[in-house]
């Protein structure tokens, strides 16, 4: 380099020169017009519309597409939009969008400081996740007998509390409310946070307030088979703003991205190595879509399960599922119970002829990761490592005692029960047809 005075060329822009890249960029983000119509793929459309979608996307070469990542997103973020949406809707303070309700569950069980050696309170029927989270945070999971209602029987959980139980996990399932009244009263008397598994019911109430807000923590699944999904997807509510910032600290590896992502903790316990359950734009966009529906969805369930229910002609030996709170039931899924479990099954066959939409629940030679009986990996007491956690935490005679025969009960009731599955798209007409399809079977059972 040549000696001399700095012109304004050579001075450095730390001495006050001119900037040797003034500015790069904007550039595109890594997505564009192959991403969209690609996403288009996704949907069925006529071949017409295909083409003229196809048509505009390619034609704007300027297309820039959206920052998927949550939190590059130029604002509004479409998570952020599906967690007020959430929020509104479910009626509480704070929410958090998980890539799963699996997520949300290890999440809500690490924000209230379960580990080693606790024990959380699980229905017998219930999807093996709600079980399985619990060995997923490194805690012993105790399953609890559910009651005619098919969901957790307070009276079973109240005995199967020990000292070393730290979380109770009602399950709303197939659509209807746990007796979240008499839990509730439990919870509060022993001093244990309440999680409730929302995953099969968001949109149902106990007595006016929306599932999910009435524990200390909810939680619930957008996947596919979910009343409304994005997919895969998966929602915490709370009104308590500590047990989300521990919560959105876990799901969000090693709590980087929380609000002062840099700082060091404000407050003892709020960093800690965590996993990723962030959920993306992509979800959030078709999460935030069919929060909107919910109320509209919920309507249609119940009119299509109400129509149908009336139509059933009482029969001796027919009883119904008991709700908890019949006005908060979601109506996806319509249950009765009969006598005994061989006329289940033979009613079940002869309603599934029929063409009714139908399914039984229990029957020992058909494996359903919804019933106790078969989470071997509970009852054997499987580790993914050679440690043995979680159930090498506790001495071996203070485990609780797993067996295929433990939940008689839950056994009973599932083994009786006829399962009619609702879509919010019956009509009238399907909804008496299905009725009639059903009164015909019992007439013929149940004379
Ligand atoms: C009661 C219950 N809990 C938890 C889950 C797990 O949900 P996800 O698939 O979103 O992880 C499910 C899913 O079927 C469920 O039915």
Redesign the pocket.
């Known amino acids: 380099m040549k000696k001399g005075k700095a012109t304004n060329d050579t001075k450095l822009a730390i001495h006050g020169g001119k900037k040797a890249v003034p500015q790069l960029g904007p550039y595109p983000t890594k997505l564009g017009a192959d991403e969209l119509l690609a996403l288009m793929d996704l949907w069925e459309m006529s071949p017409t519309t295909h083409r003229a979608v196809q048509k505009l996307i390619r034609g704007d070469r300027k297309l820039k597409g959206p920052h998927l990542f949550r939190y590059y997103n130029p604002k509004p973020s479409r998570v952020a939009l599906a967690e007020k949406a959430m929020a509104e809707a479910i009626g509480v303070q704070q929410v958090l969008a998980v890539n ?4 949300a ?1 290890v999440a809500a069980m690490r924000a209230l400081g379960i580990g080693a050696g606790d024990e959380v309170l699980v229905p017998a029927y ?2 093996f ?2 079980a399985a989270t619990v060995v997923a945070s490194n805690a012993i999971p105790v399953i609890v007998d559910v009651d005619d209602s098919l969901n957790m029987d307070p009276k079973a959980a109240e005995k199967a509390i020990t000292r070393r139980t730290k979380a109770i996990v009602p ?1 709303h ?1 197939r659509g209807a409310p746990a007796q979240m009244d008499a839990l509730l009263d439990l919870a509060k008397r022993k001093g244990l946070p309440l999680i409730e ?1 929302v ?2 019911a968001c949109g149902g109430s106990f007595h006016g307030k929306k599932l999910g807000s009435l524990g200390t923590m909810g939680c619930f ?3 596919y ?1 979910k009343i409304i999904n994005s997919g ?3 929602f915490i509510t709370t009104d308590d703003e500590w047990l989300y910032t521990r919560a959105q600290s876990w799901h969000d590896t090693a709590a980087c991205w929380r609000p002062n992502r840099f700082g060091r903790e404000q407050r003892e316990g709020e960093l800690f190595c965590g996993e990723n359950y962030r959920m993306s734009e992509l979800q959030g966009a078709v999460a935030l879509a069919q929060i909107q529906k919910l109320p509209r969805l919920i309507e249609q369930y119940r009119r299509a399960c109400a129509a149908i229910r009336n139509d059933i002609e009482s029969r001796p030996g027919l009883s119904f599922r008991r709700l908890t709170d019949p006005a908060g039931d979601t109506g996806s899924c319509l249950i009765f119970f009969l006598p005994d479990a061989d006329r289940t099954r033979n009613v079940l066959t002869a309603l599934q002829a029929e063409g009714v939409p139908a399914g039984g629940v229990y029957d020992s030679k058909v494996r359903d990761w919804h019933i106790f009986t078969y989470w071997d990996h509970i009852l054997e007491r499987k580790s993914v490592a050679a440690d043995g956690l979680p159930w090498s935490a506790v001495p071996a005679k203070q485990l609780p005692k797993y067996s295929r025969d433990m939940c008689p009960r839950t056994l009973d009731w599932l083994g009786r029960s006829i399962h009619i599955e609702i879509n919010p798209d019956y009509s009238e007409e399907d909804c008496a047809l299905i009725a009639r399809g059903i009164n015909k079977v019992l007439r013929a059972y149940l004379p």
């Open positions: 799963s309700c699996t997520s569950l219930t999807f996740a709600t399950v399932m598994d995953a099969q699944s957008f996947d088979y895969e997807g998966g």
